[in-house]
């Protein structure tokens, strides 16, 4: 976190001088770490509660759309409910498998959450919020994020199951797959910022297009279809529907999670939380103009607030989309993330630079620039989805 | 300053060390996987944070992938992956490794490496983003194209042979 | 065009989500046990004794311990004990009653054949299940005093039913009531007229009528 300008709102300053209050308290040399350890402390305080009441808003939204209510019995409308759960996690006894590999087994949910918590670094919060600021603060996330797949492999050989075995490999055939589209995506964003820091690319969609739409990535033909592709890549990428093969109760018992129970099982969903809040939390700085307000008018709202407003809206959209779509198969998730994703990427990737190099184009042209530009990602998403869907799609019934 | 590399140095060779010594292939993997997060945690010390973080992304989430993949599509059994050991191999085993250890130090103590108290290089992404552009342009591209046969070798590999035209047909 | 299959499917889902929070037709469930669902009048579940008057449940029971019930059912659940003296019933006519009538709800299989074969409308269906015990055997079995069941209570549960053996117990009392008095009047239209030799001879004793 940086010092505030002195020219911001009350309320955006606020949780700095809070700070501020706190480590003006302690001795010179202590303050560093103290300002460590509160950033530390608060995300960990943040992610959990939002985790915890994460889980709650999913049964509810999903109890919804199934014309029945969620859980509301534990306190009102459910709201003790993550605490209920968290009391069962913690009281389940903790069965580990004689023939497992007792320290693999131990490490692979410690390996994956600390792994996972590491992301939350470089996500600029607010406008003063980035907990580290980091020169190459994407390809940090992303590193961080995909050392997460080996302690999936370590979970599902540790269990000396050999169907847990099979799963951790489908699970890491899977990962592997959707990380090329989900980093393609990414580099037309870090092509129009010129920089690999996230609090940079925030900085880069400033101001408002025609005095009412916000300069945000997702606004450009470009940053839509990298925010498609980019968010079906991050559900792929916490193993959300439809995309939980890995974790599904009808695959493979649980998949790699079959020999854990008790508290590790806990710790695997909250990796996997997180790892979703986390991609959440980057594709709103990434596409959605991270802390930023998309209303002049309406930026007495601090930054924090819009940027928490922006992922809850994505982390609602997942809820939703796990609550309409079926389940994919191993071959055709793997299927959709190299036939169909990758090209669109690479052909996005191209767009993106026609778009660059044609900044120039004023008047009349930008509706050319704006047609070719569609065009481009357009065109072979028709072209391939009807060539990868055919004799699958539309199905015809025949009744007996 | 040199605690903090004698301490990135001690957990790298270890963990090499350590990984060599075992006998279960995997377990071996996995601890040399934390060699390589070593090195990039030296890279980070050293200043390039760039490099660090490309070495964690390609070594620690990709290769790693790559060589439990291939000990784990290569054995039959889970008792296959724990090699055997000899008294012979020990012997050799230890040979070589102090030959290669002469080489090397002797190549380390000849080179006059003086250090300066300086600054070190102002190594943003997009000075590395410039030099890789520019003046080494022509290395990026044969690798690009290597990169591009090796993956096309492996799908053409991975495919196998193309289904009997005269099964499966009523 | 290609995609549009799975908006549409997120269109639907929103709808179903925005329309729980109004309107029954999407959100159908019952929060029990607050609130309960009106159970269809047809609806059965063991079987009740039914009483004439709430105040004298044991000596208004229409049964008559015939053991009929107790002979077809099925598990064979019911155990009737006669009892040894006689009391008047609704029409007036002396009859047994049980003594103990207890059914095993854990047996009872809620067939309602017992409430078919009874010739006095005496047992009829109950709708109760929310008699849970902690005991397995003696929880569950019903005597008589837990049975017996006032027809007001088989009214609220089975209107049309009840209105129907109702009618019809009220005309077999009627047509009773009209067959006693004419036989009544009858003897005393009999018992009124001159007594003439041949009437005389004809009120010699001789072997009775076969009844009316």
Not at chain 1, 347 to 369: C, D, H, T
Not at chain 3, 27 to 44: G, I, K, N
Not at chain 3, 131 to 156: C, E
Request: glycine share 6%; proline share 6%; net charge positive.
């Amino acid at each position: 976190m940086s010092a505030a300008a002195h020219t911001d709102s009350f309320l955006e300053r606020a949780p700095l001088l809070a700070r501020d209050f706190i480590t003006g308290r302690l001795p010179e040399p202590a303050r560093w770490t103290a300002n460590t350890l509160i950033t530390i402390a608060l995300l960990l305080a943040a992610f959990g509660l939002l985790f915890a009441f994460l889980t709650l808003a999913e049964r509810k939204i999903l109890g919804r759309v199934q014309n029945r209510p969620g859980p509301n019995r534990t306190g009102w409308f459910g709201l003790l409910q993550p605490f209920a759960d968290g009391v069962k996690m913690l009281t389940k006894e903790d069965l580990v498998p004689r023939a497992s590999d007792q320290v693999l087994h131990y490490l692979a949910p410690v390996a994956l959450l600390s792994l996972s918590i590491i992301t939350f670094a470089v996500i600029p919060y607010g406008r003063h919020m980035v907990p580290v600021d980091l020169d190459a603060g994407v390809l940090y996330f992303f590193a961080a994020g995909s050392a997460t797949e080996l302690s999936i492999f370590m979970a599902g050989w540790a269990s000396h199951n050999k169907y847990a075995l099979l799963a951790a490999m489908r699970a890491l055939a899977q990962l592997i797959s959707y990380e090329l589209p989900l980093l393609l995506s990414v580099v037309p964003v870090v092509l129009a910022a010129g920089t690999l820091s996230t609090s940079g690319i925030v900085d880069a969609q400033h101001g408002w297009a025609w005095g009412v739409v916000p300069r945000w990535n997702v606004f450009t033909p470009w940053g839509a279809a990298g925010f498609a592709i980019f968010f079906v890549s991050s559900l792929a990428e916490s193993n959300r529907s439809p995309f939980d093969l890995p974790e599904a109760e009808s695959e493979l018992i649980a998949g790699h999670l079959t020999e854990y129970s008790g508290f590790k099982y806990a710790l695997f969903f909250m990796a996997e939380y997180f790892g979703m809040c986390a991609l959440s939390g980057m594709g709103v700085t990434l596409f959605l103009g991270g802390w930023r307000s998309p209303l002049a008018a309406l930026e007495f709202i601090p930054s924090y607030g819009w940027f928490t407003l922006k992922l809850l809206a994505l982390l609602g959209c997942f809820i939703w989309i796990r609550a309409t779509l079926p389940r994919l198969r191993i071959d055709q998730l793997t299927r959709l993330a190299w036939k169909f994703l990758v090209p669109l990427a690479l052909v996005n990737l191209g767009m993106a630079a026609f778009w660059a190099l044609s900044a120039g184009w004023a008047g009349p042209l930008q509706l050319a620039r704006w047609a070719v530009a569609l065009a481009i990602v357009a065109v072979p998403f028709l072209l391939l989805g009807r060539r990868l869907s055919r004799g699958v799609a539309p199905r015809t019934y025949r009744y007996a | 300053m040199n605690a903090v590399l004698a301490v990135i140095a001690l957990v790298t060779v270890a963990s090499a060390a350590v990984a060599l010594s075992r006998r279960n292939l995997l377990h071996s993997i996995l601890i040399l996987a934390g060699s390589w997060a070593g090195v990039a945690v030296f890279y980070f010390w050293a200043g390039s944070q760039f490099l660090a973080f490309a070495q964690v992304l390609v070594y620690l989430g990709a290769i790693s992938m790559a060589a439990l993949f291939a000990v784990l599509l290569t054995r039959h059994s889970r008792d296959d992956v724990a090699g055997a050991s000899s008294h012979q191999r020990a012997v050799y085993a230890i040979l070589t490794g102090i030959a290669v250890a002469a080489v090397l130090l002797a190549a380390v103590a000849r080179t006059p490496l003086t250090v300066r108290p300086s600054a070190p290089p102002p190594l943003s992404v997009r000075e590395l983003g410039y030099t890789l552009m520019g003046s080494h342009a022509a290395a990026l591209l044969v690798v690009g194209v290597l990169l591009t046969v090796a993956l096309i070798g492996a799908v053409v590999l991975a495919a196998g042979d193309p289904p009997d035209p005269k099964e499966g047909e009523p | 065009m290609l995609g549009i299959g799975l908006l549409q499917g997120l269109a639907v889902t929103a709808r179903n989500f925005l329309g729980s929070f109004h309107g029954r037709s999407r959100y159908v469930t019952t929060e029990y046990p607050e609130e309960r669902t009106q159970l269809p009048e047809a609806y059965r579940n063991f079987p009740f004794l039914v009483t004439e008057s709430p105040e004298d449940p044991m000596g208004t029971l229409r049964c008559v311990a015939c053991q009929i019930c107790e002979k077809e059912c099925p598990p064979q659940c019911i155990y009737i004990v006669k009892s040894r003296d006689k009391k008047p019933d609704a029409t007036g006519k002396m009859q047994l009653y049980p003594a103990v009538f207890d059914i095993d709800t854990a047996v009872c299989m809620s067939c309602q054949i017992c409430v078919e074969v009874c010739p006095f409308d005496a047992i009829k269906m109950d709708q109760v299940f929310e008699i849970a015990a902690t005991d397995r055997f003696s929880g569950l079995l019903l005597n008589r005093n837990t049975l017996a069941k006032p027809n007001s209570y088989f009214h609220s549960l089975h209107p049309t039913d009840a209105a129907e053996v109702d009618g019809r117990l009220a005309a077999a009392r009627k047509a009773a009531e009209e067959k006693a008095r004419a036989a009544a009047a009858a003897k005393a239209a009999a018992a009124a007229k001159p007594q003439t030799p041949a009437a005389q001879s004809a009120q010699a004793p001789k072997p009775s009528p076969p009844a009316a």
